[in-house]
């Protein structure tokens, strides 16, 4: 299976600050996500991160607020904007490797709002 | 769009006892449906799958059975042992390739 590795592992923000989260992979992927999981609570995909184009984003988040970039195969990044108290949660990067089902999940970044 | 219902919310068992969780699932077009373990402070793991033209998987201690006329599968794990700890989840993904529907998760605490 893929190794999927995130920067940071975890932060403490100030409000109306944003943090950018990083997703690097050690092979070439079909596909990468960005998934939510707020505390205590299940998994949630904010957006599918499209390689050389624009994210593809889940009903109930916004490019403004969760602009995503995925400049190759193996690399993404997700921006938390103008972050608020609500949006601590743990950021999961997935990957979908080539003509595969099984989906993994990195390690991710826990973020804490203040 | 999918739904997915997992139970129980949690699950105590003692060491060597087997552990069941089931989910349900309301998208009759999805068609893979994998577990996911999550310790304390990790990212969720892989621990095994099904496809939705496969009835039963097992992986040592580890098995899961689907029914499509149903829509439910179920996470069976047999002789557990105390590092079985920790919380899982079941998933599905339909036509919508890479978005998976989380079940709630399942807090299972395996007693020494």
């Known amino acids: 299976s893929a190794v999927i590795s995130q920067k940071p592992s975890r932060d403490i923000c100030q409000r109306g600050t944003s943090l950018t989260i990083q997703c690097q992979v050690d092979?070439?992927?079909?596909?990468m996500f960005w998934y939510r999981q707020q505390p205590g609570q299940s998994l949630t995909l904010i957006a599918t991160?499209?390689?050389?184009?624009?994210?593809?984003?889940e009903s109930g988040f916004v490019i403004d607020k969760f602009p995503i970039s995925r400049p190759n195969l193996t690399f993404s990044t997700l921006t938390v904007s103008n972050m608020s108290p609500e949006d601590s949660s743990i950021y999961l990067c997935?990957?979908?490797?080539?003509?595969?089902?099984?989906?993994?999940f990195g390690p991710g970044t826990r973020l804490t709002v203040t | 769009g999918e739904n997915v219902e997992q139970h129980p919310s949690t699950l105590s068992v003692q060491e060597g006892d087997s552990a069941v969780i089931k989910c349900t699932y309301s998208?009759?077009?999805?068609?893979?449906f994998p577990w996911y373990k999550q310790e304390l402070g990790k990212g969720p793991q892989l621990i095994i799958d099904?496809?939705?033209?496969?009835g039963e998987k097992k992986d040592q201690r580890i098995a899961v059975t689907l029914n499509k006329t149903a829509k439910h599968f179920s996470l069976h794990i047999t002789e557990t042992q105390p590092e079985d700890s920790a919380v899982y989840f079941c998933?599905?993904?339909?036509?919508?390739?890479?978005?998976?529907?989380f079940g709630q998760g399942t807090i299972l605490t395996v007693h020494p």
């Open positions: 997935s990957v979908i490797q080539d003509r595969g089902y099984e989906q993994y």
């Open positions: 092979s070439q992927v079909t596909m």
């Open positions: 991160a499209n390689q050389g184009s624009e994210a593809t984003y």
């Open positions: 998208d009759s077009a999805s068609n893979y």
């Open positions: 099904i496809r939705s033209n496969v």
């Open positions: 998933a599905a993904r339909g036509t919508s390739y890479g978005k998976l529907t």
